[in-house]
């Protein structure tokens, strides 16, 4: 596949498209201080929020007593959840579906419930909340998914967080190929906190019929916490509308998210303003927190009077990954072919209204890129109180490192080398049946082979000259694109400049740059050529899911470049016939334009001229092409891709992980001698973000393998280092540098046959499996030196 069905496509010849070290439209306003999110704006008469949030791991708050905190000078007022107020507010991402949108129970430490206050500065906010006397109920709690197992132990959630009516049996036909999966939230045989859910293909026991051997293996994931380094915060207002009946709802920090404000509080779109774009840094983190939502209901409260709410970091501590437990079997031949996957899993359910992709989600993993069409993928599901996952996981597609960790448990048994194991695997470009090579992995593979300098050796066989053990690991993935959504674009040449207006978000993936590249490139301008206009009410929006949205996205933008481009040359020649100019009553003769006599299609835009294909030589400026302002726009979904269609069953763009490292059999000290991506993402839009997503990703996975562990009481539930400074996220000095091979072969279905990066390379075993490598011995990470000393039976 590659971008075959749009313009320019095929393109051979960038002067601006993939080309490095292009600024972001807004670094500077970000490293200098001046850009402005939610937590930073201050408004004249501004009041201040803060929700009570629950010290226990599951919680009723049964009655408050306000007395005393309304007491103190400078709080404004305390709103109970069971006020009448709280009518007034429609749905919001954190509101559940048959609760308040402020609860009176809370499922988790720290979640919102129950109250909040309004002062005059948050420090009054906080001795309003001590003032508080809570009458609370203290409910069962599950922090120990073994202990949910227990169908004796006390349900947790009531109907009220009953969130099943979402699931049911269900056929699903994609490209042919048809599949049963079978969802049980409400089956006769849920027991207490537990579900099920099993999908299941082929014919596991023709599967097992054909194997030689049965290879088991567990794979554990501990749940990780996601870093939001700008807090979550909005503040909002009313005024009266001059122009309109109604309120106007000024509202800052909720960023991209204008509609859904607009529909929460039943008021237009054109009456809510928004004018700050900057999101802040987020991953796959779709939706907003409370203190985002909940400012304009308090401004009501107060008479319109600005109202800023603002997490703090502990406050903003949730999960990007829940827990998993794996045990596989797969069947195998002697000659290493798998024929059979069994995926038994037990999940932690999270909190209500956690994101429901990490245990509902089986489609996106690495059994599709096997040959094996035998697959069986059985969930245990509990719900628990250990922490709201508002993501969508940055680990996702989940099982591909199932199949990491599985390449390298059969590599150890077979004493073949794991690359081998995976070409004997892997399927061909375009079904589960195809056994052609594919060759963006062929790529991947050698190249990534070659800069290692790889010669795989079994585990626990080879020591550093300075005696530390040394191990090696791979894995693949493909690079798949979303094509989730509907895109537009709009592009307008005005007073000689092309405009392109957009409402952001200015997010971390700098999605607006990569499309102005995309514009200028379509335009025969320069980046710097394209006026980036930012207005909270244009129609264009960058959210489309990352870089591998971007790529979808700039094929809209492409395609409407073209279309501006064809309007312009059209009224270039209109311009050039005229041979008169007017002014009102008084008209004069206009010089004779370089462009008479020619049509549209033979004339061309290239470094800020309109000139002839034949004759170079004739041209007119760009911004002397023609007087006219001239737009144009263009909608609707980009070209299907691979991933999003079949779920890994066809195959374009892939990409290689590779690492070295040493380890210290008598400190338990890992060290990480070389981590290396090659990618092939089809085609670099912008190299600055592809690169950065990158290191982003290996940021990530380091930290959860290396580093992070979210700890637990499992007596009290409540969280032992639930802040970032007891919380151990990786630093600058952590991080290893990370090599970069980057390919491009072309034959994504995005624009100019990219597919995009974005978080496919995040693993939580790639270390793992290369500290195994190492030392014989598999570890559940994170690997500290105290987990490495007892897997190694040294404490």
Request: glycine residues 8%; hydrophobic residues 35%.
């Amino acid at each position: 596949m590659a971008d075959l069905t749009g313009a320019n496509g095929q393109r051979e010849n960038f002067r601006v498209v993939g080309k490095p070290n292009i600024p972001g439209l807004t670094s500077y306003a970000m490293a200098t201080g001046i850009a402005k999110f939610g937590s930073d704006f201050n408004v004249p008469g501004m009041l201040f929020a803060k929700m009570l949030r629950s010290p226990y791991s599951h919680s009723r708050v049964l009655s408050i007593d306000t007395a005393a905190a309304l007491a103190i000078p400078g709080v404004v007022d305390v709103v109970l959840w069971n006020d009448p107020i709280f009518k007034e507010i429609g749905s919001g991402p954190l509101s559940g579906k048959k609760s308040s949108y402020l609860p009176n129970e809370a499922h988790c430490e720290g979640a919102e419930v129950g109250a909040v206050v309004i002062a005059e500065s948050e420090g009054l906010c906080d001795e309003a909340l001590q003032a508080l006397i809570v009458e609370w109920e203290q409910l069962p709690f599950i922090v120990d998914l073994k202990k949910g197992l227990d169908p004796d132990f006390p349900t947790i959630r009531g109907p009220e967080w009953d969130e099943s009516d979402t699931y049911g049996p269900t056929s699903v036909t994609s490209e042919g190929h048809t599949w049963m999966a079978t969802h049980y939230p409400e089956d006769p045989r849920k027991v207490g906190n537990v579900s099920w859910t099993t999908k299941i293909e082929g014919d596991l026991e023709a599967g097992w019929a054909e194997a030689d051997f049965i290879l088991e293996y567990d794979v554990n994931l501990h749940d990780v916490v996601s870093l939001l380094p700008n807090p979550q915060a909005s503040v909002a207002w009313w005024t009266d509308n001059m122009y309109k009946p109604g309120k106007t709802l000024r509202i800052e920090g909720a960023v991209g998210r204008r509609g859904m404000i607009a529909n929460m509080y039943k008021v237009p779109d054109d009456n809510v303003i928004q004018e700050g774009l900057f999101q802040g840094g987020k991953y796959c983190d779709w939706g907003l927190r409370m203190a985002q939502e909940i400012t304009p209901l308090l401004s009501k409260r107060v008479g319109g009077r600005p109202v800023r709410c603002c997490n703090t970091r502990e406050e903003n501590f949730d999960m990007c990954v829940n827990e998993r437990h794996a045990h596989i079997k797969l069947g195998v031949t002697k000659d290493g072919l798998i024929t059979a996957v069994e995926d038994n899993s037990l999940l932690d359910h999270g909190a209500p209204n956690s994101s429901e992709m990490t245990v509902y989600d089986r489609d996106w993993n690495g059994y599709y890129s096997l040959k094996c069409e035998n697959i069986v993928q059985k969930y245990t599901v509990v719900d628990s109180n250990r922490g709201f996952m508002h993501t969508c996981g940055q680990f996702v597609p989940y099982s591909w490192d199932m199949v990491t960790v599985g390449i390298a448990v059969l590599a150890e048994k077979l004493n073949k080398d794991p690359t081998d194991l995976a070409r004997l695997n892997i399927h061909g470009p375009d079904s589960q049946k195809d056994t052609r090579p594919v060759p963006s992995f062929e790529a991947c593979l050698e190249e990534g082979k070659r800069l290692m300098n790889w010669n795989w050796h079994k585990a626990g066989t080879k020591r550093l000259p300075d005696g530390r053990l040394h191990g090696a690991s791979f894995r693949y993935q493909m690079c798949p694109r979303h094509a989730f959504m509907k895109y537009f674009c709009k592009l307008e040449y005005r007073g000689g400049v092309v405009h392109f207006p957009t409402q952001g978000p200015i997010a971390g993936w700098f999605g607006t740059e990569c499309f102005t590249m995309i514009a200028a490139e379509e335009l025969g301008l320069n980046f710097e050529d394209i006026c980036v206009d930012y207005d909270y009410r244009a129609e264009h929006t960058d959210e489309a899911g990352g870089s591998d949205g971007v790529t979808g996205h700039g094929w809209i933008v492409k395609e409407c470049a073209n279309l501006l481009k064809k309007k312009i040359l059209e009224s270039a020649v209109k311009e050039a016939q005229i041979e008169v100019m007017r002014f009102g009553p008084m008209e004069m003769p206009k010089p004779p334009s370089p462009l008479k006599g020619y049509t549209a299609d033979e004339l061309d835009i290239m470094d800020g001229k309109v000139f002839v294909k034949a004759d170079p030589s004739v041209f007119v400026p760009f911004s002397q092409a023609t007087s006219e302002t001239i737009s144009a726009d263009y909608g609707g979904n980009s070209p299907k891709s691979a991933w999003a269609t079949t779920f890994g069953r066809r195959f374009d763009t892939m990409n290689t992980s590779w690492c070295e490292v040493a380890v210290d059999d008598e400190t338990g000290e890992v060290e990480i001698l070389k981590y290396m991506v090659v990618a092939d993402p089809g085609k670099v839009i912008r190299r600055t973000s592809l690169e950065s997503q990158i290191d982003q990703v290996v940021f990530f996975s380091q930290g959860c393998q290396l580093l992070e562990e979210y700890i637990m009481d499992p007596e009290t539930g409540v969280k032992l280092n639930g802040n970032m400074v007891d919380y151990r996220k990786p630093t600058t000095l952590d991080v290893p540098v990370v090599d970069k091979e980057i390919l491009e072969l072309r034959s994504g279905d995005g624009a100019y046959g990219a597919s995009g990066i974005a978080h496919n390379l995040a693993n939580s075993h790639l270390i793992i499996t290369a500290i195994h490598n190492a030392t014989g011995v598999w570890v559940d990470p994170p690997a500290t030196p105290d987990r490495m000393l007892k897997a190694l039976g040294k404490c």
